[in-house]
C-alpha cells in the first residue's frame, strides 16, 4: 500500500494521485502546488492522505511541492483575473485574421512562462500568423490547443436538459463512450433533440443506468411479441423496466381490446437468447 493525496485541477475534473510531503497535513480543498509534466501547477486536495493499492497508481508518483502560500495564491488570482482580456483580444485578433475557429477557453501555465488557448474547429485551421501576433501582444510564449465540442460544453459549462449543470462540467471526471444502443435499451426516444446534450452529442447520463437496463432487458419480453397471462394470450405493448411491469392488450371477443398490466413473473414468454459477445454500435462515442 502506498500513501497518496488526491489532487484536482479543476471543479468536475478528473482525480490525480500525489504523493505526501512528509510532515504536511492536508484537508480537502487545501490549496497546493505540485509537480507535473508540464511543470509546477496550481491544485486543490479532493481527498486527503489515504492509503491505496499500488496497482491503481500509474507511475511515477509525483510529489506534492508545498501547500500554497499566500504569494502563490495571489500569483493564481492574477492570471485567473487576466483570462477574461486575454479571451477578448484573442477573438479580436481571429476575428482580424478571419480564421475559422471558435475560441473556448484560456488558461496561464502557473510560473507565467505560457498562455494556452483552447479552441474548436470543425476543420484544420492554419493559425500560425495568430501565434505570431498573440506572442507579440501578450510578450509570453503562447500555445493553442484543439478541442472536440464535448470538451468545450465541460470547459464553458451550462445547464443540462435535465435542469442541472452539465455533467461533463460538474460531477464528471472523465468522458464516458455513450452509443445509441444505450437509448434503445433503456426504451428512449431516438429523436436526437431528446437524447442529445448542449454539445450536440449523446447524453453522457444514458451510460448511468446502462448497466441496469441492459440486464433488465434480457428479463422482459420484446414490445409486440405474444406472452401467455393469468387471463390468455395477450401482445406485448410498452414494458416498464423499472417496476418490472408489462402492458399487454387482447381481442375481447366484440371487437374490442382489453389492456391490462402484469408483473413480468406473471407472466410466460420465450427469453431471448444472450450472445456471448454483442457487436458495438458503429455510432459509438
Do not use: H
Amino acid at each position: 500500500m502506498t500513501k497518496v493525496v488526491g489532487i484536482k485541477f479543476k471543479n468536475g475534473g478528473k482525480l490525480y494521485y500525489f504523493a505526501p510531503k512528509e510532515g504536511e497535513v492536508y484537508e480537502r480543498n487545501t490549496p497546493v502546488v505540485v509537480e507535473t509534466s508540464k511543470g509546477l501547477e496550481f491544485a486543490w486536495v479532493a481527498y486527503p492522505t489515504k492509503e491505496v493499492d499500488e496497482s491503481e497508481l500509474v507511475p511515477p508518483l509525483k510529489p506534492i511541492v508545498r501547500i500554497a502560500t499566500q504569494k502563490d495564491k495571489d500569483f493564481y488570482a492574477e492570471c485567473e483575473a487576466k483570462k477574461p482580456q486575454a479571451i477578448r483580444q484573442c477573438k479580436e485578433k481571429i476575428l482580424k485574421y478571419g480564421l475559422d475557429m471558435k475560441l473556448v477557453d484560456c488558461e496561464y501555465t502557473f510560473d507565467g512562462s505560457k498562455i494556452i488557448f483552447f479552441f474548436t474547429s470543425a476543420t484544420r485551421v492554419d493559425f500560425r500568423e495568430l501565434v505570431k501576433d498573440l506572442a507579440a501582444t501578450f510578450k509570453n510564449r503562447i500555445e493553442l490547443r484543439q478541442v472536440g465540442t464535448r470538451d468545450e460544453t465541460k470547459y464553458v459549462g451550462g445547464i443540462a436538459p435535465c435542469g442541472r449543470v452539465c455533467c461533463c462540467a460538474g460531477n464528471m471526471p472523465e468522458f464516458k463512450k455513450v452509443s445509441i444502443k444505450m437509448a434503445k435499451t433503456q426504451g428512449l426516444s431516438l429523436n436526437p433533440g431528446k437524447i442529445s446534450g448542449l454539445c450536440g452529442k449523446l447524453m453522457c447520463c444514458l451510460s448511468y443506468e446502462n448497466d441496469y437496463y441492459a440486464d433488465a432487458s434480457k428479463k422482459v419480453p420484446k414490445i409486440g411479441s405474444e406472452v401467455g397471462t393469468p387471463d390468455g394470450k395477450a401482445i406485448v405493448v410498452a414494458v416498464n423496466m423499472l417496476k418490472m411491469e408489462v402492458k399487454t392488450k387482447k381481442d375481447d371477443g366484440n371487437g374490442g381490446c382489453i389492456w391490462k398490466d402484469y408483473k413480468v413473473d406473471q407472466i410466460k414468454f420465450k427469453k431471448p437468447i444472450v450472445q456471448e459477445t454483442e457487436k458495438q454500435d458503429s455510432d459509438e462515442e
